[in-house]
DNA sequence: GCCGTTTTCGGCCCGACTGTTTTCAGTCG
């Protein structure tokens, strides 16, 4: 059983046993124990024959036993037992907004409603306003709640909240009563996934901007409206909360509601220790308010570096900036090109010509084009004899200009038995090659890994494009050992890419620092078929940020001639090694 | 359930808001 596999069964227990109304304390510790497991390098079947597990902090003598027993029986009794007591239904009606466990508790006791479906029933029926502690207005909140579930899940891409959280925010910034605003929450943090947007402003008169803020074109429903805090659902579905505080509490506000959670927790924690208080407010020395002018002064006052907003997961980033030893986050402007663009030739829209005006417009020195190979005929992929005719457009758009080098090169299709999709002799003329997964998914677990392991042992493989399939709130990614392909690409030298498109942000951020641990270098590929689609490295970067990349990690923060000469290297090795 | 350079027992981040109450519990971030 894998590490991920256990951290589910722990959350799940841990959210079990808060329904079962047990010790919250208890009930951290088994949400603790998920986290702590999930991030360990190591497989726990390791950690329990080497006896190390119990000596993991946050892995004390209980947590340690329900693990070795899962990964022994592939179930514990503890967990078969909150199951058989808790079904799916009832664990589903917690992620209705304002039915935590305390109440969920009630509607299964009184009521003994036991799923969303029976929920709604007895919503409709009014049989929740004379449960104590609900009323009409709760009633209401549900049925709106079990609605919003329904039709959009709550949960939305990265790619898709960021341009409308800007938008939001330069409203706001431009209303003469907002001094300073910024966004906030996951969005800030850069994750692939958001549930919703977080603005904070600060203000010496509040009352205005919300009134402001509740009036914009894009709300479509005020949830909620105060001096302090408002809510609004926006006309794409998504929830806006903005935050507004007084002259001088902005960076404590941006910093607390920037989260995460887990990083509050570990920091407050270290805080204490320190002799400091910190919450929304500010941070506090025996309840004497200490000044910070920005969210660098308060980690600089708890004897820390600065911690890049995406980072913020306690995820080794505290530890890091107590000792200093924080990386140098890659930012955006370090790219000096990017690869794995699509022409008109497969799926895209631009001509090679375009594609050199678009880098030139962001100031790019070299692209790297990868039309689909032939296997991806839905894609339009090019058959081995109008590569000939690609080739020849590609050196005329180099002849006609200097300031941007394009790449030639393919997204080649990895064949189901590992194989690229054209003989050697092409891949050959090739001056990159990405090569991905687009069909039978449907493997197991060995064969994929097999397949894809097989894919970055060819030679001219330069880099393996969305390393995990996955499509982000529509497909899972398939059945792989990733650390064995990643293990692969590092004695082979193999690029991984880092799929900047929105519904990919593949590979996961999570992996990333293993990937780079193992010396790999990253490309972050925007994977675009329209000119529109370059600005989409944006979101890579912020993905490669929260995978711990610096500058020196991603590939494509080199120069355009030292690429040129790097593949070219690897083109001469690979035809010796052919 | 976990943890300990004051502690092996007694803490564990902390405050706002909502909807329900008539002083507060539950939820949320």
Known sequence: MENKEIAAVLNE????????????????????????????DRPAVELISKGE???????????????????????????????????????????????????????????????????????????????????????????????????????????????????????LVGHPAASRGAIAGSLRRCKEIVKDIDLVAESARPGDLMDFFT???????????????????????????????APGAFPFALHHFTGSKEHHIALRSLANDR??????????????????????????????????????????????????TLPKLVEEKDL?????????????????????QAAREKGYGYLGLSDHSQSAAYAGGLKAEQLRAQEAEVRQANGAQKEVRLFRGIESDIRPDG??????????????????????FNLTEAEMTRRLVRAVENPYTTMLGH?????????????????????????????IELNANPHRLDLDWRLLKKAKSLGLRIAINPDAHHLEGLADVHYGVGIARKGWLTKEDVFNTREAGEVADYLEKRRKRAGQKR
């Open 419 to 440: 194989s690229l999709d054209y003989p050697a002799q092409e891949l050959a003329r090739f001056d990159f090659i990405v090569a991905s997964v687009h069909s039978r």
């Open 275 to 324: 002799g400091f208080k910190l919450n929304e407010y500010g941070l506090f020395r025996r309840e004497k308010p200490v000044s910070c002018r920005d969210e660098g002064d308060i980690y600089r006052r708890l004897g820390l570096d600065y911690i890049p907003p995406e980072l913020r997961e306690d995820w080794g980033e505290i530890a890091a900036a107590r000792e200093k």
């Open 13 to 40: 227990i841990s959210q079990l046993l808060e329904l079962a109304g047990e010790n919250p304390f208890k009930v951290r510790a088994y949400a603790q124990g998920a986290r702590t497991i999930e991030i360990q």
């Open 215 to 245: 009036s914009l074109p894009a709300v479509e429903e005020v949830l909620a409206q105060g001096t302090t805090k408002s809510a609004v659902r926006l006309r794409s579905g998504m929830q806006a909360d903005l935050r507004v505080v």
């Open 53 to 171: 597990l119990a000596r993991i902090k946050g892995i004390g003598a209980t947590l340690s036993q329900q693990i070795t027993e899962l990964v022994r029986d592939g179930e514990t009794a503890l967990h078969r037992d909150l199951q058989k007591k808790f079904p799916a239904g009832i664990r589903e009606m917690l992620r209705v907004p304002g039915l935590g466990p305390k109440k969920v508790k009630e509607l299964l006791e009184r009521l003994s409603i036991r799923s969303l479906g029976e929920l709604e029933y007895a919503c409709h029926e009014n049989r929740l306003v004379t449960l104590p502690g609900f009323g009409e207005k709760s009633q209401q909140n549900i049925l709106r709640g079990i609605e919003h579930l329904k039709k959009f899940q709550g949960r939305f891409l990265f790619g898709e909240a960021y341009p409308q959280a800007q938008e939001l925010l330069s409203s």
């Open 336 to 356: 000096r090109g990017t690869f794995h663009l699509h022409t008109y030739r497969s799926d895209g829209s631009p001509t090679p010509d375009q594609w050199v």
């Open 467 to 495: 390393p995990s399939g996955r499509l982000l709130l529509a497909r899972d990614g398939y059945p792989v050992d990733m650390d064995a392909v990643l293990e692969a690409a590092a004695r082979q030298g193999v690029i």
